[in-house]
T-cell receptor, first 109, second 110 residues
């Protein structure tokens, strides 16, 4: 079974709309990392959350960690075409990151 | 800083050939990782290192070997390439985990 589930698998939004991507773990989260990947390129580190209730922002992207629910959410406000790409979450399990399969975001102008 | 660099960017191998992928980082990070990314499978950890001279197996280590002789370099070797090793390989390094990824190496094994 997948240790880290991302939802939705893909998302199409109109420019200017808000959106949320979720990452749910089957195990206790000690650290949760969010990345963005453009097709054919490497992953770009967005932010890392460690404590329950922690919230961080990077430009118009905000991520929260709900430790009790073993879940993190990534929220984009007023989406732009530059936000398009694949968003991946990675959970810190014993010195290693286990990744979800990603959420493909398309932003239509 | 160059960040995390990977060499080569693209390579075609024949089954049975060997090759070494080089990952270099200039940020003095302790932790370095090798992943492969395949459609439908996501990112899977091959091997990792928590410091110079140390290595450990990840999720899919079979068919690969690694070495971390210098802190800044992490080498991934394929002794006898197989078509199943066709993939995009990413190296990552970081002060905590693999926060910083390289641009990737595309490997095609015929």
């Amino acid at each position: 079974s997948q240790e880290l589930e991302q939802s939705p698998q893909s998302l199409i939004v109109q420019e200017g709309k808000n959106l949320t991507i979720n990452c749910t773990s089957s195990k206790t989260l000690y650290g949760l990392y969010w990345y963005k990947q453009k097709y054919g390129e490497g992953l770009i580190f967005l932010m890392m959350l460690q404590k329950g209730g922690e919230e961080k922002s990077h430009e118009k992207i905000t991520a929260k960690l709900d430790e009790k629910k073993q879940q993190s959410s990534l929220h984009i406000t007023a989406s732009q075409p530059s936000h398009a790409g694949i968003y991946l979450c990675g959970a810190d399990f014993n010195y290693k990151l286990t990744f979800g399969k990603g959420t493909l975001l398309t932003v239509n102008p | 800083n160059a960040g995390v660099t990977q060499t080569p960017k693209f390579r075609v191998l024949k089954t049975g050939q060997s090759m070494t992928l080089l990952c270099a980082q200039d940020m003095n990070h302790e932790y370095m990782y090798w992943y492969r990314q395949d459609p439908g499978m996501g990112l899977r950890l091959i091997h990792y290192s928590v410091g110079e001279g140390t290595t450990a197996k990840g999720e899919v280590p079979d068919g690969y070997n690694v070495s971390r002789l210098k802190k800044q370099n992490f080498l991934l070797g394929l002794e006898s390439a197989a078509p199943s090793q066709t993939s995009v390989y990413f190296c990552a390094s970081g002060p905590k985990r693999g926060e910083y990824f390289g641009p990737g190496t595309r490997l095609l094994v015929l």
